[in-house]
């Protein structure tokens, strides 16, 4: 399987692709905040469902931040038990966010500040030693342990061991925590410095390129494309910083200067993660329906016929709806409760058979995925630990009115959602040619009529009335 790394510096964004297929999607918004560490001050306390909020500002919809009582285990009481007690109103904590703010939540903060590298995470508050469930071996978990007792009493901190420490040398890993621990200190320095501050932001990972290569990138990897020539010298330098390029010297990288999201038809991807209908092979075809913590995916047999086919082609299309049903669920970064509801089968061995397929396509799945057995009213209930946002709330987040004219369109039928985020109009296309439409709050349409008027309409009004006067103009507006 050729695995490839697509970056574009100047949309903010990159891809990680499988045999030209997207696998995962990663942005950097104004909104990403996971991993930035604040000065924050708290606001409220609610002891009933112990809980605290903490003022951090993180932009105008998100100011407060939500602790539990559980994430306040540094804060110990005389009893070594977490408790409300021993925090106040207006004290001033170092927090950290550890889950993202989506819809109406705030994000969800810690006191246990972590600094993330590529081969292991510096926890300046804690002595815990950890070791990633991806490493499976023994004699490396022994070995890793065996390095954390040698350097734990020359410093301090708790350490978390990445999968990637079983393929560096001891010195490698030695001097990124020397780095790590370097690194709080200027963390520590520039906090003490901006005490007075009721909110304040100290640390913050906005390069996406060194996102991509310490989170992202493995020996698997066989090419990296980017779109500008600086970004190169970027990625050059974080593996060589990382010692990368000497465990894989064949890695090609490519510079694409035109069209490069076009190129691997990562603007179609994303619109086919958008859209709630999904054609599958060899027939059939499912429905996609995303709400705050629940989604629900219904797989429609289509033209099949049960009375005229074997039932054990039931099984077949029912496999193939639960491979694109994983891909769609790990592309566009779905959370939560999902419930599935499958072509019914009568066999209980054919059941088993499929929730074995999928627990088998959930298997290799970075976020943690957990499949129930089938329902009284046979449906498939799988939950999903939230790493992150979805695509769907990324477009929404980065511009919200965007999804009002697009469900307004479909919904008039003024064009097909199948081919609204397409190459050539995609979703980050549609974002620069509306952008003139959404600058201010009302526009003025002037008739060509003898007696002139002035019509003032809302921006989604002004957007379909436009579309409208073009396609009986008979051009093609996107």
């Known amino acids: 399987m050729e695995k490839n790394i697509v970056i574009s510096s100047l949309n903010n964004l990159a891809a990680i692709l499988h045999d030209n297929y997207l696998y995962e999607f990663i942005i950097n918004d104004s909104t990403y905040q996971v991993g930035n560490i604040y000065i924050g001050t708290i606001a409220r306390i609610f002891p009933t469902i112990k809980a605290v909020f903490v003022g951090i500002q993180i932009n105008k919809k998100y100011k ?49 500040v972590s600094i993330p590298g590529r081969y292991v995470i510096f926890s300046p508050l804690n002595k815990i030693v950890c070791i990633s469930r991806r490493i499976l071996h023994n004699n490396e978990k022994e070995y890793l342990k065996s390095l954390a007792l040698l350097i734990r009493p020359l410093s301090f901190g708790g350490i978390f061991f990445r999968n990637n420490a079983i ?5 490698v890993i030695l001097e990124e925590w020397e780095i790590l621990k370097f690194r709080w200190k200027l963390i520590i320095k520039i906090m003490n410095q901006n005490l007075k501050l009721q909110s304040f932001l100290l640390y913050q990972d906005s390069n996406i390129s060194k996102k991509i290569i310490r989170d992202f990138y493995h020996l698997q990897i066989s090419s990296i494309f980017v779109d500008l020539p600086q970004a190169l010298k970027k990625i050059r330098f974080y593996l060589e910083y990382w010692s990368c390029l000497t465990f894989n010297p064949n890695l090609k990288l490519l510079v694409v200067s035109k069209q490069l999201l076009e190129r691997f038809k990562i603007h179609s991807a ?126 929404i987040n980065s511009y919200p009115n965007f999804s009002k004219v697009y469900s307004a369109m479909c919904r008039i039928k003024v064009i097909d959602p199948t081919k609204f985020l397409s190459e050539k109009s995609s979703y980050l296309t549609a974002r620069l040619s509306l952008i003139k439409t959404y600058s201010s709050a009302y526009f003025e349409q002037r008739t060509f009529t003898p007696d002139v008027k002035v019509i003032q309409c809302t921006k989604e009004t002004y957007v379909l009335n436009y579309i409208m006067r073009q396609k009986k103009m008979k051009i093609n507006v996107l």
């Open 270 to 395: 994303i619109a086919q993660a958008y859209s709630f209908r999904v054609e599958l092979l060899p027939a059939g075809y499912i429905f996609i329906e995303t709400f705050e913590a629940l989604t629900i995916i219904d797989v429609n047999s289509g033209i099949f016929d049960k009375q005229k086919h074997p039932i054990g082609l039931v099984l077949i299309l029912n496999c193939s709806a639960a491979k694109e049903i994983a891909y769609q669920i790990k592309t566009r970064n779905i959370s939560g409760v999902i419930v599935i509801d499958f072509i019914d089968m009568i066999s209980k061995k054919d059941q088993l058979e499929l929730l074995r397929y999928l627990h088998k396509l959930f298997k290799y799945d970075y976020a943690q995925t957990q499949v129930v057995q089938f329902s009284e009213l046979g449906l498939v209930e799988v939950t999903r630990k939230r790493t992150g946002k979805s695509i769907l709330e990324l477009i």
């Open 167 to 171: 393929q560096v040398s001891t010195d």
């Open 64 to 112: 407060n931040g939500f602790i539990h009582a559980n994430d306040l285990f540094l804060l110990r009481n005389k009893k070594n038990v977490p408790s409300l007690s021993v925090i106040v109103l207006k004290q001033k904590l170092c927090v950290q966010v550890i889950k993202e703010a989506f819809f109406d939540k705030n994000p969800r903060l810690t006191v246990n």
